[in-house]
């Protein structure tokens, strides 16, 4: 089944423990993306990736790090969590190419820092 | 300014009767592609319906269809005999760009509650 796999689903943690969500895809896409949802902001990128070694920064990329050494993962790192970082994640992929081609999400990961 | 514009934060209907979901975009791309995306109570985020820019014709998906209004910029959703289980938040985004630009700019959302 194509899908793309998002873990922990659910995390607690506290402010400056450094924590990693992991983002897998299986559909060999090329390309990748977080987003984060705020009340009243809907999604914002925040960093994106179109290829392997190929990272650029989204709309909010403060606090926030990624990486992507294998294709079909996406990790997003969050070095030293602040409360601010408090929020609803998910990640993203698609194949690339033509603008009809929609993004598959991730179930998202639900994030407090407390 | 604002690149996806979705007005209503909320809105209530009843059972049966047809929705429509408004959305307005800004963009100086010829080529962009506009997409709606539905988030029920679980979270996750679900793919209903997409226009492009150069379609003709209006997109529709079962009971899903998208006013496509080019010279007025709006890509509003219809919902044609709703259901309990139409409810949810709905996002509209926007894709611009041919090739490379992958990225989605989303509208603040508007929280459908179908009465029965």
């Known amino acids: 089944e194509a899908q793309v796999t998002q873990n922990p689903r659910y995390l607690i943690t506290v402010t400056g423990k450094k924590l990693t969500v992991t983002c897998s895809q299986n559909?060999?896409?090329?390309?990748m993306s977080w987003y984060r949802q705020d009340p009243g902001l809907g999604l914002r990128q925040i960093y994106y990736?179109?290829?392997?070694?190929?990272?650029d920064k989204g709309d909010v990329p403060e606090g926030y790090k990624v990486s992507r050494k294998e294709k079909r993962n996406f990790p997003l790192i969050l070095e030293s969590p602040s409360p601010n970082q408090t929020s609803l994640y998910f990640c993203?992929?698609?194949?690339?190419?033509?603008?009809?081609?929609?993004?598959?999400f991730g179930p998202g990961t639900r994030l407090l820092v407390l | 300014a604002q690149k996806i514009t979705q007005t209503q934060p909320g809105m209530f209907v009843q059972e049966k009767e047809a929705v429509t979901l408004d959305c307005t975009y800004d963009?100086?791309?010829?080529?962009?592609?506009l997409f709606w995306y539905k988030q029920p109570s679980s979270g996750e985020m679900i793919f209903l319906i997409y226009q492009g820019s150069y379609d003709q014709q209006n997109a529709t998906e079962g009971r899903y269809s998208l006013n496509f209004q080019k010279a007025r910029k709006s890509a509003n959703l219809v919902i044609s005999a709703s259901q309990l289980g139409d409810s949810a938040m709905y996002f509209c985004a926007m894709r611009e760009g041919d090739f490379g630009n992958e990225k989605l700019t989303f509208g603040t959302g508007t929280r459908l509650t179908i009465i029965p």
């Open positions: 559909m060999n896409h090329e390309y």
């Open positions: 990736s179109m290829n392997v070694e190929v990272t």
């Open positions: 993203a992929s698609s194949s690339g190419g033509e603008v009809q081609e929609t993004q598959y």
């Open positions: 963009t100086s791309d010829p080529s962009y592609g």
